[in-house]
Protein backbone atom coordinates (compact mmCIF):
# COMPACT_ATOMS: atom_id res chain seq x y z
CA UNK A 1 0.00 0.00 0.00
CA UNK A 2 1.44 3.37 -0.95
CA UNK A 3 0.76 6.08 1.02
CA UNK A 4 1.21 9.60 -0.08
CA UNK A 5 4.41 11.23 -0.49
CA UNK A 6 5.94 12.37 2.73
CA UNK A 7 9.66 13.15 3.84
CA UNK A 8 11.42 10.44 5.52
CA UNK A 9 12.73 12.33 8.44
CA UNK A 10 10.45 10.26 10.32
CA UNK A 11 6.92 9.98 11.56
CA UNK A 12 5.12 10.53 14.86
CA UNK A 13 5.58 8.06 17.48
CA UNK A 14 3.93 5.05 17.54
CA UNK A 15 1.36 4.27 19.99
CA UNK A 16 -0.04 1.37 20.88
CA UNK A 17 -3.14 0.28 19.03
CA UNK A 18 -4.85 -2.51 21.13
CA UNK A 19 -6.71 -2.62 24.58
CA UNK A 20 -4.62 -3.36 27.64
CA UNK A 21 -1.19 -2.93 25.00
CA UNK A 22 1.90 -3.18 27.63
CA UNK A 23 5.15 -1.12 27.89
CA UNK A 24 7.57 -2.64 26.14
CA UNK A 25 9.59 -5.41 27.99
CA UNK A 26 12.76 -4.87 29.59
CA UNK A 27 15.19 -4.54 27.07
CA UNK A 28 17.20 -8.09 26.41
CA UNK A 29 21.02 -6.40 25.65
CA UNK A 30 22.89 -9.84 24.72
CA UNK A 31 25.86 -9.11 22.98
CA UNK A 32 26.51 -12.28 20.68
CA UNK A 33 29.71 -11.01 19.14
CA UNK A 34 32.47 -14.07 18.26
CA UNK A 35 35.50 -13.53 20.26
CA UNK A 36 38.62 -12.26 19.05
CA UNK A 37 40.20 -15.47 18.48
CA UNK A 38 37.70 -16.59 16.47
CA UNK A 39 37.89 -13.89 13.86
CA UNK A 40 39.90 -14.87 11.32
CA UNK A 41 42.79 -12.00 9.68
CA UNK A 42 40.44 -11.61 6.63
CA UNK A 43 37.27 -11.28 8.38
CA UNK A 44 39.09 -8.63 10.57
CA UNK A 45 39.53 -6.77 7.68
CA UNK A 46 36.36 -6.93 6.20
CA UNK A 47 35.06 -5.27 9.53
CA UNK A 48 36.62 -2.23 7.79
CA UNK A 49 35.07 -2.47 4.47
CA UNK A 50 32.74 0.76 4.12
CA UNK A 51 30.07 0.20 1.27
CA UNK A 52 29.70 3.11 -0.40
CA UNK A 53 26.12 4.47 -0.71
CA UNK A 54 23.86 5.96 -3.17
CA UNK A 55 23.85 10.02 -3.46
CA UNK A 56 19.93 9.80 -2.30
CA UNK A 57 20.51 8.30 1.01
CA UNK A 58 22.78 10.53 1.83
CA UNK A 59 21.29 13.50 2.16
CA UNK A 60 17.47 14.57 3.14
CA UNK A 61 14.91 12.44 1.07
CA UNK A 62 11.27 11.64 0.33
CA UNK A 63 9.19 8.95 -0.62
CA UNK A 64 7.17 10.14 -3.72
CA UNK A 65 4.85 7.71 -6.03
CA UNK A 66 6.25 5.99 -8.95
CA UNK A 67 4.85 4.08 -11.87
CA UNK A 68 2.23 1.84 -11.79
CA UNK A 69 2.53 -2.07 -11.32
CA UNK A 70 -0.37 -4.86 -12.35
CA UNK A 71 0.01 -8.42 -10.70
CA UNK A 72 2.34 -10.56 -12.61
CA UNK A 73 -1.06 -13.05 -12.78
CA UNK A 74 -4.84 -12.75 -11.52
CA UNK A 75 -4.15 -9.36 -10.86
CA UNK A 76 -7.63 -9.07 -10.01
CA UNK A 77 -7.93 -12.47 -7.66
CA UNK A 78 -4.95 -11.37 -5.73
CA UNK A 79 -6.31 -7.91 -5.27
CA UNK A 80 -9.54 -9.45 -4.10
CA UNK A 81 -7.59 -11.30 -1.55
CA UNK A 82 -5.41 -8.49 -0.18
CA UNK A 83 -8.15 -5.89 -0.01
CA UNK A 84 -6.31 -3.26 2.19
CA UNK A 85 -2.88 -3.48 0.61
CA UNK A 86 -4.89 -3.06 -3.13
CA UNK A 87 -7.17 -0.02 -1.42
CA UNK A 88 -10.19 -2.56 -2.56
CA UNK A 89 -9.10 -2.04 -6.16
CA UNK A 90 -10.21 1.50 -5.81
CA UNK A 91 -6.33 2.87 -6.81
CA UNK A 92 -3.53 0.88 -8.86
CA UNK A 93 -1.04 -0.56 -7.41
CA UNK A 94 2.66 1.76 -7.44
CA UNK A 95 6.04 1.18 -6.89
CA UNK A 96 7.54 4.07 -4.56
CA UNK A 97 10.41 5.66 -5.68
CA UNK A 98 13.63 7.84 -2.89
CA UNK A 99 14.34 11.46 -4.68
CA UNK A 100 16.05 14.58 -2.41
CA UNK A 101 13.97 16.79 -0.50
CA UNK A 102 14.81 19.88 1.26
CA UNK A 103 16.07 19.29 5.00
CA UNK A 104 13.60 19.17 8.04
CA UNK A 105 14.35 21.19 10.46
CA UNK A 106 14.31 20.17 14.17
CA UNK A 107 10.68 20.97 14.98
CA UNK A 108 9.50 21.06 11.56
CA UNK A 109 6.54 18.73 10.75
CA UNK A 110 8.61 15.75 9.41
CA UNK A 111 11.02 16.39 12.22
CA UNK A 112 12.72 12.70 12.95
CA UNK A 113 11.64 10.67 15.98
CA UNK A 114 12.98 7.73 17.36
CA UNK A 115 11.19 4.48 15.66
CA UNK A 116 11.42 0.84 16.58
CA UNK A 117 11.57 -1.90 13.92
CA UNK A 118 11.88 -5.16 14.06
CA UNK A 119 13.99 -7.37 11.72
CA UNK A 120 13.51 -10.94 10.92
CA UNK A 121 15.82 -13.06 8.95
CA UNK A 122 13.22 -16.07 7.08
CA UNK A 123 15.09 -19.04 4.80
CA UNK A 124 18.05 -20.05 3.86
CA UNK A 125 21.01 -18.34 5.06
CA UNK A 126 22.35 -15.82 1.95
CA UNK A 127 25.79 -13.60 1.80
CA UNK A 128 24.51 -9.74 2.84
CA UNK A 129 21.88 -11.01 5.57
CA UNK A 130 24.09 -9.42 8.21
CA UNK A 131 24.74 -6.04 6.19
CA UNK A 132 20.76 -5.50 5.60
CA UNK A 133 19.96 -5.18 8.95
CA UNK A 134 23.22 -2.89 10.15
CA UNK A 135 21.88 -0.69 6.95
CA UNK A 136 18.66 -0.45 8.46
CA UNK A 137 20.85 0.44 11.83
CA UNK A 138 22.83 3.18 10.28
CA UNK A 139 19.53 4.73 8.54
CA UNK A 140 17.73 4.85 11.86
CA UNK A 141 20.82 6.11 13.96
CA UNK A 142 21.65 8.89 11.18
CA UNK A 143 17.71 9.73 10.41
CA UNK A 144 16.58 9.24 13.10
CA UNK A 145 18.31 9.37 16.57
CA UNK A 146 17.47 6.67 19.77
CA UNK A 147 15.99 4.51 17.45
CA UNK A 148 15.51 0.60 18.57
CA UNK A 149 15.78 -2.26 16.14
CA UNK A 150 14.78 -5.64 17.96
CA UNK A 151 16.05 -8.56 15.69
CA UNK A 152 13.63 -11.92 16.11
CA UNK A 153 15.50 -14.50 17.05
CA UNK A 154 15.31 -17.81 14.87
CA UNK A 155 12.84 -17.10 11.63
CA UNK A 156 9.41 -16.22 12.07
CA UNK A 157 9.10 -18.45 15.29
CA UNK A 158 10.78 -15.80 16.92
CA UNK A 159 8.15 -13.48 15.78
CA UNK A 160 5.67 -16.00 17.04
CA UNK A 161 7.03 -16.62 20.15
CA UNK A 162 8.18 -12.81 21.13
CA UNK A 163 11.53 -14.28 20.90
CA UNK A 164 13.80 -10.96 20.44
CA UNK A 165 16.56 -9.18 21.69
CA UNK A 166 17.67 -5.78 20.78
CA UNK A 167 20.27 -4.69 18.49
CA UNK A 168 23.22 -2.80 19.76
CA UNK A 169 25.26 -0.62 17.98
CA UNK A 170 28.30 -2.83 19.39
CA UNK A 171 27.36 -6.01 18.34
CA UNK A 172 26.38 -4.89 15.00
CA UNK A 173 30.05 -3.93 14.07
CA UNK A 174 31.13 -7.09 14.59
CA UNK A 175 28.94 -8.45 12.11
CA UNK A 176 29.90 -5.50 9.21
CA UNK A 177 30.29 -7.37 5.81
CA UNK A 178 30.43 -11.21 7.52
CA UNK A 179 28.42 -14.00 6.12
CA UNK A 180 26.20 -16.22 7.47
CA UNK A 181 23.01 -15.04 9.58
CA UNK A 182 24.11 -16.33 12.86
CA UNK A 183 24.01 -13.02 14.86
CA UNK A 184 20.02 -13.75 15.12
CA UNK A 185 19.39 -16.99 13.60
CA UNK A 186 16.84 -17.87 10.68
CA UNK A 187 14.10 -20.43 10.33
CA UNK A 188 11.48 -21.42 7.74
CA UNK A 189 8.82 -21.44 9.90
CA UNK A 190 5.76 -19.84 8.18
CA UNK A 191 3.08 -16.97 9.78
CA UNK A 192 -0.27 -17.90 7.74
CA UNK A 193 -2.82 -19.74 10.11
CA UNK A 194 -4.83 -17.61 12.00
CA UNK A 195 -3.49 -18.20 15.34
CA UNK A 196 -0.16 -17.75 13.90
CA UNK A 197 -1.01 -13.97 12.66
CA UNK A 198 -2.51 -13.62 16.47
CA UNK A 199 0.69 -14.39 17.63
CA UNK A 200 2.47 -11.95 15.81
CA UNK A 201 0.15 -9.26 16.20
CA UNK A 202 0.37 -9.41 19.78
CA UNK A 203 4.14 -9.24 19.68
CA UNK A 204 4.58 -6.50 17.25
CA UNK A 205 2.05 -4.80 19.56
CA UNK A 206 3.16 -5.47 22.85
CA UNK A 207 6.86 -4.03 21.38
CA UNK A 208 5.11 -1.21 19.91
CA UNK A 209 6.98 -1.58 16.67
CA UNK A 210 6.45 0.35 14.40
CA UNK A 211 8.14 -1.42 11.26
CA UNK A 212 8.95 -5.39 10.92
CA UNK A 213 11.66 -5.82 7.85
CA UNK A 214 11.25 -9.61 6.80
CA UNK A 215 14.40 -10.68 5.13
CA UNK A 216 13.90 -13.80 3.00
CA UNK A 217 12.73 -15.47 -0.09
CA UNK A 218 9.48 -15.54 -2.42
CA UNK A 219 7.78 -17.27 0.14
CA UNK A 220 8.80 -15.43 2.98
CA UNK A 221 8.23 -12.24 1.24
CA UNK A 222 4.44 -14.36 0.19
CA UNK A 223 4.00 -14.00 4.01
CA UNK A 224 5.26 -10.43 4.26
CA UNK A 225 2.22 -9.78 2.26
CA UNK A 226 0.04 -11.53 4.53
CA UNK A 227 0.84 -10.05 7.45
CA UNK A 228 0.67 -6.23 5.96
CA UNK A 229 -2.64 -7.33 5.22
CA UNK A 230 -3.74 -8.55 8.54
CA UNK A 231 -2.14 -5.79 10.72
CA UNK A 232 -4.07 -3.46 8.35
CA UNK A 233 -7.33 -5.30 9.05
CA UNK A 234 -6.79 -4.99 12.33
CA UNK A 235 -5.89 -1.66 13.23
CA UNK A 236 -1.79 -2.79 13.71
CA UNK A 237 0.26 0.05 13.01
CA UNK A 238 3.40 -1.97 12.59
CA UNK A 239 4.66 -1.98 8.55
CA UNK A 240 5.66 -4.60 7.06
CA UNK A 241 8.41 -4.12 4.30
CA UNK A 242 10.35 -6.99 2.88
CA UNK A 243 14.20 -7.56 1.24
CA UNK A 244 14.85 -9.40 -1.49
CA UNK A 245 16.83 -12.55 -0.29
CA UNK A 246 17.79 -16.24 -2.14
CA UNK A 247 21.24 -17.08 -3.42
CA UNK A 248 18.90 -18.88 -6.38
CA UNK A 249 18.34 -15.67 -7.97
CA UNK A 250 14.60 -16.31 -8.71
CA UNK A 251 13.60 -13.40 -6.78
CA UNK A 252 13.58 -10.60 -9.26
CA UNK A 253 11.37 -8.61 -11.54
CA UNK A 254 11.62 -5.04 -13.22
CA UNK A 255 11.85 -3.84 -10.61
CA UNK A 256 14.07 -6.01 -8.33
CA UNK A 257 17.16 -6.64 -10.55
CA UNK A 258 18.85 -9.43 -8.37
CA UNK A 259 18.13 -11.05 -4.91
CA UNK A 260 21.46 -10.94 -2.37
CA UNK A 261 23.45 -13.58 -1.99
CA UNK A 262 23.42 -14.83 -5.56
CA UNK A 263 26.35 -12.28 -6.63
CA UNK A 264 28.87 -14.20 -3.34
CA UNK A 265 27.24 -17.54 -4.26
CA UNK A 266 28.37 -17.67 -7.86
CA UNK A 267 32.24 -16.29 -7.22
CA UNK A 268 32.26 -18.73 -4.11
CA UNK A 269 31.85 -21.80 -6.00
CA UNK A 270 35.35 -23.73 -7.03
CA UNK A 271 34.12 -24.91 -10.44
CA UNK A 272 37.49 -23.25 -12.30
CA UNK A 273 39.39 -25.03 -9.83
CA UNK A 274 37.95 -28.35 -11.09
CA UNK A 275 38.07 -27.35 -14.76
CA UNK A 276 41.76 -26.63 -14.69
CA UNK A 277 42.55 -30.18 -12.68
CA UNK A 278 40.32 -31.96 -15.72
CA UNK A 279 42.56 -30.55 -17.87
CA UNK A 280 45.47 -31.49 -16.82
CA UNK A 281 44.82 -35.02 -15.53
CA UNK A 282 42.70 -35.75 -19.03
CA UNK A 283 41.18 -38.63 -17.34
CA UNK A 284 37.52 -38.01 -15.51
CA UNK A 285 34.70 -35.51 -16.47
CA UNK A 286 33.15 -34.00 -13.18
CA UNK A 287 29.19 -33.93 -12.87
CA UNK A 288 28.64 -31.09 -11.05
CA UNK A 289 25.66 -29.97 -8.94
CA UNK A 290 24.87 -26.83 -8.09
CA UNK A 291 22.12 -25.02 -6.02
CA UNK A 292 18.79 -24.08 -7.56
CA UNK A 293 15.14 -25.32 -6.34
CA UNK A 294 13.50 -24.34 -9.13
CA UNK A 295 15.64 -22.36 -11.08
CA UNK A 296 18.71 -22.57 -13.06
CA UNK A 297 20.62 -19.24 -12.83
CA UNK A 298 23.60 -20.39 -10.81
CA UNK A 299 24.41 -22.96 -12.96
CA UNK A 300 23.58 -20.31 -15.94
CA UNK A 301 26.32 -17.73 -14.00
CA UNK A 302 28.82 -20.23 -13.35
CA UNK A 303 28.63 -21.34 -17.06
CA UNK A 304 28.88 -17.52 -18.16
CA UNK A 305 32.16 -17.57 -16.04
CA UNK A 306 34.01 -20.75 -16.64
CA UNK A 307 33.14 -22.55 -19.89
CA UNK A 308 32.05 -25.97 -19.24
CA UNK A 309 31.54 -28.80 -21.58
CA UNK A 310 28.01 -28.91 -21.08
CA UNK A 311 25.07 -26.77 -18.33
CA UNK A 312 22.18 -28.01 -17.87
CA UNK A 313 19.83 -25.05 -17.87
CA UNK A 314 16.48 -27.24 -16.34
CA UNK A 315 13.82 -24.68 -18.02
CA UNK A 316 15.80 -25.62 -21.33
CA UNK A 317 15.80 -29.20 -20.99
CA UNK A 318 12.00 -28.91 -19.71
CA UNK A 319 11.12 -26.43 -22.70
CA UNK A 320 12.06 -29.22 -24.92
CA UNK A 321 11.74 -32.44 -23.48
CA UNK A 322 15.69 -33.41 -23.88
CA UNK A 323 16.37 -36.91 -23.53
CA UNK A 324 19.13 -35.90 -20.86
CA UNK A 325 20.97 -39.94 -21.54
CA UNK A 326 21.43 -38.58 -25.05
CA UNK A 327 22.48 -34.95 -24.27
CA UNK A 328 24.91 -35.72 -22.72
CA UNK A 329 26.10 -38.97 -24.71
CA UNK A 330 26.51 -37.13 -27.52
CA UNK A 331 29.08 -34.62 -25.93
CA UNK A 332 30.71 -37.64 -24.53
CA UNK A 333 31.05 -39.05 -27.98
CA UNK A 334 31.87 -35.77 -29.98
CA UNK A 335 34.81 -35.19 -27.42
CA UNK A 336 36.06 -39.34 -27.67
CA UNK A 337 36.40 -38.42 -31.53
CA UNK A 338 39.16 -36.02 -30.47
CA UNK A 339 40.75 -37.82 -27.87
CA UNK A 340 38.98 -35.95 -25.08
CA UNK A 341 37.93 -38.28 -22.55
CA UNK A 342 37.49 -35.60 -20.08
CA UNK A 343 35.34 -32.48 -19.32
CA UNK A 344 33.14 -30.57 -16.64
CA UNK A 345 28.76 -30.86 -16.78
CA UNK A 346 27.31 -28.63 -14.77
CA UNK A 347 23.80 -29.80 -13.04
CA UNK A 348 21.15 -27.56 -11.29
CA UNK A 349 20.38 -29.64 -8.27
CA UNK A 350 16.23 -28.80 -8.98
CA UNK A 351 12.96 -28.66 -11.22
CA UNK A 352 13.11 -31.30 -13.61
CA UNK A 353 15.69 -33.14 -12.19
CA UNK A 354 12.89 -35.17 -9.71
CA UNK A 355 11.22 -36.44 -13.03
CA UNK A 356 14.16 -38.67 -13.95
CA UNK A 357 14.09 -40.24 -10.61
CA UNK A 358 12.87 -43.53 -10.40
CA UNK A 359 9.12 -43.46 -9.43
CA UNK A 360 10.05 -45.24 -5.78
CA UNK A 361 12.66 -42.36 -4.66
CA UNK A 362 10.29 -39.96 -6.05
CA UNK A 363 7.57 -41.30 -3.65
CA UNK A 364 9.73 -41.37 -1.04
CA UNK A 365 11.12 -37.80 -1.43
CA UNK A 366 7.23 -36.22 -1.55
CA UNK A 367 7.34 -37.10 1.56
CA UNK A 368 10.16 -35.40 2.78
CA UNK A 369 9.16 -30.95 2.10
CA UNK A 370 10.01 -28.03 4.08
CA UNK A 371 7.49 -26.03 5.86
CA UNK A 372 7.06 -24.51 2.54
CA UNK A 373 5.82 -27.43 0.80
CA UNK A 374 8.98 -27.96 -1.13
CA UNK A 375 10.70 -30.98 -1.94
CA UNK A 376 13.96 -31.50 -0.27
CA UNK A 377 16.04 -31.60 -3.48
CA UNK A 378 19.67 -30.77 -2.06
CA UNK A 379 19.05 -34.49 -0.88
CA UNK A 380 18.42 -35.69 -4.09
CA UNK A 381 22.32 -37.18 -5.37
CA UNK A 382 21.57 -36.04 -9.03
CA UNK A 383 24.93 -36.14 -10.37
CA UNK A 384 25.03 -39.92 -9.27
CA UNK A 385 22.37 -40.64 -11.40
CA UNK A 386 23.26 -39.18 -14.18
CA UNK A 387 26.63 -40.54 -13.88
CA UNK A 388 25.30 -44.39 -14.36
CA UNK A 389 22.93 -43.35 -16.74
CA UNK A 390 25.49 -42.04 -19.24
CA UNK A 391 27.89 -44.73 -18.34
CA UNK A 392 25.19 -47.36 -19.09
CA UNK A 393 24.57 -45.44 -22.69
CA UNK A 394 28.42 -45.52 -23.30
CA UNK A 395 28.43 -49.48 -22.84
CA UNK A 396 25.79 -49.93 -25.32
CA UNK A 397 27.29 -47.76 -27.69
CA UNK A 398 30.90 -49.05 -27.26
CA UNK A 399 29.04 -52.40 -27.94
CA UNK A 400 27.67 -51.30 -30.98
CA UNK A 401 30.95 -49.91 -32.36
CA UNK A 402 29.00 -46.18 -31.92
CA UNK A 403 31.80 -45.43 -29.08
CA UNK A 404 36.19 -45.93 -28.66
CA UNK A 405 36.52 -43.57 -26.03
CA UNK A 406 36.39 -43.45 -22.23
CA UNK A 407 34.19 -42.62 -19.89
CA UNK A 408 35.35 -42.66 -16.01
CA UNK A 409 33.55 -39.73 -13.84
CA UNK A 410 33.54 -38.04 -10.61
CA UNK A 411 30.90 -36.44 -8.81
CA UNK A 412 30.81 -32.93 -6.90
CA UNK A 413 28.13 -31.15 -4.77
CA UNK A 414 28.87 -27.11 -4.07
CA UNK A 415 25.94 -25.95 -2.31
CA UNK A 416 26.18 -24.89 0.99
CA UNK A 417 29.75 -23.25 0.23
CA UNK A 418 27.91 -20.51 -1.12
CA UNK A 419 25.55 -19.44 1.09
CA UNK A 420 27.30 -18.20 4.09
CA UNK A 421 30.21 -17.15 2.80
CA UNK A 422 32.25 -13.46 3.29
CA UNK A 423 30.05 -11.23 1.13
CA UNK A 424 31.16 -10.23 -1.86
CA UNK A 425 31.71 -6.58 -2.48
CA UNK A 426 28.75 -6.00 -4.34
CA UNK A 427 26.61 -8.24 -2.13
CA UNK A 428 28.06 -6.15 0.53
CA UNK A 429 27.16 -2.70 -0.78
CA UNK A 430 24.06 -3.62 -1.87
CA UNK A 431 22.66 -5.34 1.05
CA UNK A 432 23.80 -2.26 2.79
CA UNK A 433 21.56 0.26 0.81
CA UNK A 434 18.69 -2.36 0.55
CA UNK A 435 18.79 -2.16 4.63
CA UNK A 436 18.61 1.51 3.97
CA UNK A 437 15.84 1.52 1.78
CA UNK A 438 14.00 -0.40 4.12
CA UNK A 439 14.47 1.46 7.20
CA UNK A 440 13.32 4.62 4.99
CA UNK A 441 10.48 3.12 3.55
CA UNK A 442 8.85 2.13 7.22
CA UNK A 443 9.40 5.68 8.61
CA UNK A 444 7.57 7.02 5.33
CA UNK A 445 4.70 5.06 6.60
CA UNK A 446 4.54 2.42 3.89
CA UNK A 447 3.44 -1.17 4.34
CA UNK A 448 3.02 -3.83 2.13
CA UNK A 449 6.35 -3.45 -0.30
CA UNK A 450 9.78 -4.72 -1.14
CA UNK A 451 12.86 -2.39 -0.73
CA UNK A 452 13.97 -1.97 -4.34
CA UNK A 453 17.60 -0.76 -5.47
CA UNK A 454 18.03 -0.57 -9.20
CA UNK A 455 20.34 1.64 -12.04
CA UNK A 456 23.12 -1.47 -11.20
CA UNK A 457 24.63 -0.85 -14.17
CA UNK A 458 25.98 2.46 -13.10
CA UNK A 459 28.38 3.62 -10.14
CA UNK A 460 27.05 2.92 -6.81
CA UNK A 461 26.45 7.01 -6.37
CA UNK A 462 23.83 6.36 -9.03
CA UNK A 463 21.84 3.35 -7.73
CA UNK A 464 18.14 4.41 -7.46
CA UNK A 465 16.23 2.99 -4.26
CA UNK A 466 12.78 2.24 -3.92
CA UNK A 467 9.59 -0.02 -3.26
CA UNK A 468 7.79 -1.82 -5.19
CA UNK A 469 4.18 -3.46 -4.03
CA UNK A 470 4.88 -7.54 -2.80
CA UNK A 471 1.23 -7.97 -4.44
CA UNK A 472 2.27 -6.94 -8.23
CA UNK A 473 5.24 -10.02 -8.12
CA UNK A 474 2.34 -12.26 -7.06
CA UNK A 475 -0.01 -15.04 -8.84
CA UNK A 476 -2.11 -17.63 -7.63
CA UNK A 477 0.06 -21.28 -7.46
CA UNK A 478 -1.82 -24.62 -7.47
CA UNK A 479 -0.95 -25.68 -3.77
CA UNK A 480 -1.72 -28.36 -1.71
CA UNK A 481 -5.31 -28.97 -4.03
CA UNK A 482 -6.31 -25.45 -3.89
CA UNK A 483 -5.10 -21.52 -5.79
CA UNK A 484 -2.81 -20.09 -3.51
CA UNK A 485 -1.49 -16.39 -3.49
CA UNK A 486 2.24 -16.28 -4.16
CA UNK A 487 5.01 -14.92 -5.29
CA UNK A 488 6.21 -16.15 -8.83
CA UNK A 489 9.79 -17.27 -9.36
CA UNK A 490 11.99 -16.13 -11.98
CA UNK A 491 12.75 -18.77 -13.46
CA UNK A 492 15.77 -18.55 -16.83
CA UNK A 493 14.35 -16.96 -19.35
CA UNK A 494 15.39 -18.91 -22.54
CA UNK A 495 15.08 -15.81 -24.54
CA UNK A 496 16.58 -13.28 -22.13
CA UNK A 497 20.54 -11.87 -22.57
CA UNK A 498 22.07 -14.37 -20.75
CA UNK A 499 20.93 -17.11 -22.72
CA UNK A 500 20.02 -14.84 -25.40
CA UNK A 501 18.60 -17.21 -28.16
CA UNK A 502 16.05 -20.18 -27.97
CA UNK A 503 17.05 -23.01 -29.90
CA UNK A 504 17.44 -26.75 -29.94
CA UNK A 505 21.25 -27.69 -29.44
CA UNK A 506 22.42 -31.44 -29.03
CA UNK A 507 26.04 -31.10 -29.61
CA UNK A 508 28.13 -30.30 -32.21
CA UNK A 509 30.52 -31.78 -34.73
CA UNK A 510 32.68 -28.87 -35.57
CA UNK A 511 36.80 -29.00 -34.64
CA UNK A 512 38.06 -28.30 -31.68
CA UNK A 513 38.44 -25.13 -30.54
CA UNK A 514 42.59 -23.50 -30.87
CA UNK A 515 44.34 -22.94 -28.24
CA UNK A 516 44.49 -19.24 -29.52
CA UNK A 517 40.21 -19.40 -29.28
CA UNK A 518 40.33 -20.82 -25.79
CA UNK A 519 42.63 -17.89 -24.72
CA UNK A 520 40.75 -15.16 -25.47
CA UNK A 521 37.96 -16.91 -24.41
CA UNK A 522 39.52 -17.02 -20.48
CA UNK A 523 40.57 -13.57 -21.65
CA UNK A 524 37.68 -11.96 -22.46
CA UNK A 525 36.30 -9.18 -20.73
CA UNK A 526 32.73 -9.54 -21.42
CA UNK A 527 30.79 -12.59 -20.97
CA UNK A 528 28.71 -13.66 -23.96
CA UNK A 529 25.48 -15.34 -24.27
CA UNK A 530 25.34 -19.25 -23.33
CA UNK A 531 23.63 -20.46 -26.27
CA UNK A 532 26.93 -18.32 -28.81
CA UNK A 533 29.32 -20.17 -27.24
CA UNK A 534 28.84 -23.50 -25.87
CA UNK A 535 28.93 -25.58 -29.06
CA UNK A 536 32.48 -24.17 -29.16
CA UNK A 537 32.92 -25.03 -25.10
CA UNK A 538 31.96 -28.42 -25.52
CA UNK A 539 34.30 -29.52 -28.35
CA UNK A 540 37.13 -27.42 -26.88
CA UNK A 541 38.99 -26.93 -23.87
CA UNK A 542 37.99 -22.96 -23.34
CA UNK A 543 38.37 -23.25 -19.34
CA UNK A 544 37.98 -20.20 -17.48
CA UNK A 545 38.83 -20.20 -14.03
CA UNK A 546 37.60 -16.97 -12.33
CA UNK A 547 40.03 -17.86 -8.71
CA UNK A 548 38.69 -16.98 -5.01
CA UNK A 549 35.98 -14.67 -4.45
CA UNK A 550 38.06 -11.25 -4.50
CA UNK A 551 38.24 -8.32 -1.70
CA UNK A 552 40.62 -5.91 -3.56
CA UNK A 553 41.60 -4.84 -6.69
CA UNK A 554 39.47 -4.11 -9.79
CA UNK A 555 38.16 -7.81 -10.16
CA UNK A 556 36.62 -7.66 -6.18
CA UNK A 557 34.08 -4.74 -7.78
CA UNK A 558 32.52 -6.62 -10.62
CA UNK A 559 29.04 -7.53 -10.73
CA UNK A 560 27.39 -11.03 -12.34
CA UNK A 561 27.84 -11.89 -15.55
CA UNK A 562 24.33 -11.92 -15.61
CA UNK A 563 23.57 -8.87 -14.76
CA UNK A 564 26.10 -7.52 -17.23
CA UNK A 565 24.19 -9.01 -19.95
CA UNK A 566 20.78 -8.30 -18.74
CA UNK A 567 21.55 -4.36 -17.71
CA UNK A 568 24.80 -3.14 -19.39
CA UNK A 569 24.65 -5.09 -23.05
CA UNK A 570 27.26 -7.58 -21.50
CA UNK A 571 29.81 -4.87 -20.68
CA UNK A 572 31.16 -5.77 -17.34
CA UNK A 573 29.79 -3.94 -14.49
CA UNK A 574 31.93 -2.42 -11.85
CA UNK A 575 31.09 -0.61 -8.38
CA UNK A 576 33.04 1.88 -9.15
CA UNK A 577 30.66 2.25 -12.83
CA UNK A 578 33.89 1.80 -14.87
CA UNK A 579 33.16 -1.14 -17.53
CA UNK A 580 35.06 -2.20 -20.48
CA UNK A 581 33.92 -1.50 -24.05
Same mark, same amino acid.
Given at each position: ?? %????AV?G?? #???P????????? *?????????P????S??S????N??P??? +? $??K?????? +??E?R?? $????? +?????F???????????RM?NL??????????PH /??? #?????? $??S???AS????????L????????????LV??????R??????? %???S???L??????GG??????????? +? %??EQL??AE?A??EL????L?VI?GD?S????A??A?HF?A?GV *?T???G?? %?????D?????V?? *????DTA?K???V?NIM????S??????F??L????A??????????T?P?L??? !??E??????G??D?????V??RA??????? $????PEG?????H?P??IR????E @??????N?QV?H??T?W??I?MV????A???A???F?????A??????? @?G??????NF?A?Y?????QAA?????AG??????????????V??W??G????LS?M??E? &??????PVI?K??VE???A????R????G?????????? !????AG?A?????T??????A????FR *? #?????F /?? &???DL???T????????????????H?A
Amino acid at each position: MV %KPAAAVAGPA #PSTPTAAGAREPA *SPRLVDDRPPASAISPLSAQRLNYIPALP +E $VLKGAHSVT +EGEEREC $VGNHD +EICGLFPRLSCNCERPLRMVNLTAAPAAGPDGPH /AAH #PLRIGV $VLSGGQASGGHNVIIGLHDYLQRWHPGSTLVGFLNGPRGVMQNNY %KELSAAELDGYRNQGGFHMIGSGRDKI +E %KPEQLAAAEKACTELHLDGLVVIGGDDSNTNAAVLAEHFLARGV *STRVVGAP %KTIDGDLKNADVPI *SFGFDTACKVEVVGNIMIDAMSAKKYYHFIRLMGRAASHITLECALQTHPQLALV !SEEVEANQWGLKDVLADMVAQRAEHGKNYG $VVLIPEGGWVFYHLPAAIRSTLLE @ERDPHGNVQVAHIETEWLLIKMVAAEMARRKARGQFGGKFAALSHYFGY @EGRCSLPSNFDATYCNALGQAAGCLVAAGQTGLMATVSNLHCPVAEWSVGGTPLLSMMHLER &RSGRDKPVIKKALVELDGAPMQARRRWRGSSSSTASSAD !SGRAAGAAAPAAYTSRRAEWAAGDCFR *S #PGPIQF /AG &RCADLASATLSLELNGGRTILLTGEHDA
